[in-house]
């Protein structure tokens, strides 16, 4: 079962490069007080992910928060190393690259995306998200294969 809009993000964590070495992120902290634009890829250094999604929202900083936004997030089922591999290999250093290596927080979301016939395993789906304190404000989740509305440029003109 997905999440839905006005859903509360389920309790959870995920993990950021922090100055000494990954760091664990509560989600119900992190989300709380603030507005927040977490999208999500299928994977960290992939053809759609890497020319398009990420840096669209890299492009597109500055306007987004300009419409209210505290932080923006880009979430995969990677690692944190290569989270922040590929964070800095694509200037997001404004962004907030966070690993969700177990797919455990995609996976209580109901966002997760079984890839294992490409030998891929469990992925997320690729989507935007707007949490207010917590609680899910728009999502828009692209069918498996598609890019569409959660381009960043999409998520601009819907804010």
């Known amino acids: 079962m997905s999440i839905f809009i006005g859903d ?3 309790h959870g964590s995920f993990q950021i490069m922090g100055e000494e070495g990954p760091d664990t992120v509560d989600v119900t902290e ?3 007080g603030k507005t927040v634009l977490m999208f999500a890829v299928p994977g960290a250094f992939t053809p759609t992910c890497s020319a398009s999604h990420l840096p669209g ?3 597109h900083y500055d306007a987004l928060k ?3 936004v505290d932080e923006i ?3 995969s089922v990677n690692d944190v190393f290569v989270m922040h591999a590929w ?3 694509n200037n ?3 962004l907030v690259m966070a690993s969700d290596g177990l797919a455990e927080f995609t996976c209580s979301m109901g ?3 079984d890839i294992s016939a490409a030998k891929m395993g469990i992925r997320s789906r690729r989507y935007a998200m707007l949490v207010s304190n917590g609680i899910v404000q728009q999502l828009w989740l692209d069918e498996p294969g598609e890019y569409k509305v959660s381009s960043a440029e999409y998520v601009l003109s819907q804010l």
Do not use: D, I, R, W
């Open 87 to 89: 964070g800095e290999a």
């Open 57 to 59: 929202f890299v492009v």
């Open 111 to 113: 966002l997760e995306l």
């Open 8 to 10: 509360m993000l389920p």
């Open 30 to 32: 992190f989300f709380s």
């Open 92 to 94: 997001a250093e404004n």
């Open 66 to 68: 300009e419409k209210g």
């Open 73 to 75: 997030v880009c979430l």
